[in-house]
């Protein structure tokens, strides 16, 4: 069959449309990162999942959190914007994908290192069928170092929070800190599931306060200060206090939501309604 000229017209027209709707797909595919610098020779990468931080010494980097494995190609882009070196240690601050979903392809040429309950998590998620990503070699609990180029990068577990297993990393030449999601967002995520808990998250970053620092890396969103934590800090206690408040009223689930959703901007089917809401009616009884 051949085609008319109306016709030859029409499957130009949708080859166009295709090809269009293909570029747009690509492109919201492709992830947009772009690398800022936070000290001297300490960068962060933002865009797509949490914030990469990214320590730049004379015998190699170290990167803390890989995002998703579709950003390890930008992730190494954005470092080679900045560094011949090698990327060579990788510090998880928790399990989650958009934090450690870029292991697998990191593991053969670096080594990852996460404290043993977020390693037991990725574990656990690739037994029964659900990881998005693989454990690393090395597991901490509660604290170690990586010294190179005269550096030192500390990774601490301080208590738990948005997970069970959250790593804060201190660069104590640098006076800065990388949170993890223990910061992140406007208001906290809490992974009930993966072992959070919002009554020990204020104390956790109480723990974090207590070092030297002055500026903060947060899982997502702008860098910012040591009061800028604190603030945040304060603000999960205040949500707390708002929530536990009601659920000793004898509110239920549903009113609680509604409250979260009005107050905080919950979305309705949001991880935060599908993990930590449930997790406060039992925690904050
Ligand atoms: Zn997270």
């Not at 960068?43 to 914030?51: A, K, L, M, R, S």
């Not at 104590?172 to 998250?201: C, F, N, R």
């Not at 702008?222 to 800090?233: D, F, M, N």
Request: charged share 20%.
């Amino acid at each position: 069959m051949t085609m008319n000229r109306a016709q030859l017209i029409r499957a130009g027209v949708t080859a166009a449309f295709l090809s269009l709707t293909w570029f747009a797909y690509t492109q919201t595919q492709a992830p947009k990162l772009t690398i800022n610098k936070v000290k001297e020779d300490l960068y962060e990468i933002e865009g797509d999942g949490g914030n990469v931080g990214v320590l730049v010494t004379s015998e190699g980097v170290i990167l803390i959190d890989d995002k998703f494995e579709q950003d390890h190609d930008a992730i190494i882009a954005q470092v080679k914007s900045v560094t011949a070196q090698p990327i060579k240690y990788i510090l998880s601050t928790h399990y989650h994908g958009d934090h450690s979903g870029g292991n697998a392809k990191f593991l053969p040429t670096a080594e990852i290192i996460s404290t043993s309950m977020a390693r037991a998590r990725i574990v656990a998620q690739k037994a029964d069928g659900t990881a998005k990503t693989e454990p690393g070699r090395i597991a901490f609990n509660p604290e170690m170092s990586v010294f190179l180029g005269g550096k030192e990068v500390r990774a601490r577990f301080m208590g738990r929070g948005h997970t069970d297993g959250d790593a804060i990393i201190y660069f104590p030449q640098l006076k800065t800190i990388h949170t993890g999601d223990l910061m992140a967002g406007a208001s906290p995520l809490i992974d009930y599931p993966g072992g959070g808990s919002i009554v020990e998250w204020t104390r956790t970053l109480d723990e974090a306060m207590k070092l030297d620092f002055d500026t903060v890396i947060p899982g997502h969103g702008p860098v910012t200060t040591k009061a800028g934590l604190k603030t945040y800090r304060d603000n999960v206690e205040k949500l707390r206090n708002s929530v536990s408040a009601m659920v000793k009223a004898g509110k239920s689930q549903g009113e609680i939501a509604t409250f979260l959703q009005a107050e905080y901007k919950w979305a309705p089917n949001s991880l935060n309604i599908q993990w930590s809401l449930p997790g406060f009616m039992t925690e904050l009884k």
